[in-house]
Nanobody, 126 residues
Framework: EVQLVESGGGLVQAGGSLRLSCAASGLTFDDYTIGWFRQAPGKGREGVSSFTRSYGSTFTANSVKGRFTISSDNAKNTLFLQMNSLKPEDTATYYC???????????????????WGQGTQVTVSS
């Protein structure tokens, strides 16, 4: 059974930092693309960053480029999202998700992801 468990969310002031973690079980990073998505109230789910270990490929949305960094600890099957210089518009529920293989345009193909975590809330105050 595949499980994805996010942690690390919280309340932070604008300009602050958070590090999200996604612990994966029941799958290996070699066979999946792992992505971070976020959803703010009243908005659709937005791709933030993705990692495909088998291709050594990462994608990061323009809205967070230069501020957010995706990384992984393959030995622990854990994905991280380091978020710096946070802005109030980054406030959302953040999800990690896993897609088999390598989806075309991984940040814009929500339906390609087979497994989702329960989400972790990030709130940035101004």
């Amino acid at each position: 059974e595949v499980q994805l468990v996010e942690s690390g969310g919280g309340l932070v002031q604008a300009g602050g930092s958070l590090r999200l973690s996604c612990a994966a079980s029941g799958l290996t990073f070699d066979d999946y693309t792992i992505g971070w998505f976020r959803q703010a109230p009243g908005k659709g789910r937005e791709g933030v960053s993705s990692f495909t270990r088998s291709y050594g490929s990462t994608f990061t949305a323009n809205s967070v480029k230069g501020r957010f960094t995706i990384s992984s600890d393959n030995a622990k099957n854990t994905l991280f999202l380091q978020m710096n210089s946070l802005k109030p518009e980054d406030t959302a529920t953040y999800y990690c998700a896993a897609a088999r293989g390598y989806p075309f345009n991984p940040l814009n193909s929500v339906t390609s992801y087979d497994y989702w975590g329960q989400g972790t809330q990030v709130t940035v105050s101004s």
